[in-house]
């Protein structure tokens, strides 16, 4: 089978699941405008100050602390929100394909009741942000491609992380160190390979460029602005679509790498040919 065969059946199998909980698009959708306000809440500032800019490396260490510790903030406020609501997420995921039928309460529950772990997360994903930032201000051409792969390194090894906090609820780092174990017993270098959702709905993007495309060029502008609004709506819904898909994704595959479980409504046979267990 291959990968592009293999990704689709993945995203329909986590799409069944998301059309018993459709509600749950609610999270994503909280995440969003959760992150928009903080950054609205750091942007207008810094746009009032015509001087906020990454600070020279010889620069006086008040300016790199206040500049470097305002961006942490940022990270950090953005990851809390993503997390706590890719949490409930992923625990009405768990639940559904435990046979369950999770609400939306549950989720919020299941989010506030882990808020400690979610918030130690959030500050290690924050200060790993900031250090690959650091990195890419120091040295604009090698420190980005430094950046790059450690970014990339990074985005696997912590792949599962949320699964185990919501799940197992263990700290953050122990939760990355299970993380890692996992996917250097089953997936390791193949799992971004193997699981092109980003890529798939990079070219469902298309349809909304396409869209307002058209609008553009072939209508009055009573009718652009109807076709470019529908085009937003779009990219809105597909966005929205992607993250939950992404979150029941990753709790089905933590399910199965941890124990061996099948989740209701995902294929051992395909699980167990895109993991090529080592």
Do not use: H
């Not at 953005?78 to 639940?95: E, G, T, W």
């Not at 185990?164 to 017993?185: F, G």
């Not at 869209?211 to 990219?235: D, N, Q, R, T």
């Not at 809105?236 to 409504?265: D, H, R, T």
């Amino acid at each position: 089978m291959g990968k592009l065969s293999r990704t689709w059946q993945l995203m329909g199998m986590s799409w069944q699941v998301l059309k018993k909980d459709k509600e749950t698009l609610v999270f994503p959708l909280l995440a969003a405008v959760c992150c928009a306000a903080v950054l609205a809440t750091f942007a207008i500032p810094m746009i009032g100050s015509e001087e906020w800019a990454p600070p020279d490396k010889n620069a006086p260490t008040s300016e790199q602390v206040a500049y470097y510790g305002t961006l942490f903030l940022f990270y950090f406020a953005n990851y809390f929100f993503i997390v706590f609501f890719n949490s409930a997420v992923i625990a009405c995921a768990v639940m559904r394909m435990a046979g369950k039928n999770p609400n939306l309460k549950e989720g919020f529950k299941a989010s506030f009741s882990r808020l400690p772990l979610i918030l130690g997360w959030a500050f290690v994903a924050a200060t790993v942000g900031l250090i690959l930032r650091i990195i890419e201000d120091r040295s604009e051409k090698v420190g980005r491609f430094v950046a790059g792969l450690i970014g990339m390194a990074w985005s696997v090894v912590s792949f599962l992380v949320i699964p185990i906090l919501v799940v197992e609820r263990k700290s953050p780092m122990a939760a990355l160190k299970e993380s890692t174990a996992l996917l250097k017993k089953t997936w390791g270098e193949q799992l971004i390979g193997n699981f092109s959702f980003g890529l798939v709905f990079l070219a469902l993007g298309f349809i909304g460029i396409v869209i307002a495309a058209m609008g553009i060029a072939l209508l009055p502008e009573p009718g652009i602005i109807f076709w470019v609004g529908l085009a937003i709506v779009y990219f809105v819904i597909l966005a929205l679509i992607q993250s939950a898909l992404q979150s029941i994704f990753q709790a089905a595959l933590y399910l199965y790498a941890k124990n061996g479980q099948i989740g209701e409504g995902f294929s051992r046979e395909v699980l167990v040919g895109a993991m090529r267990e080592r």
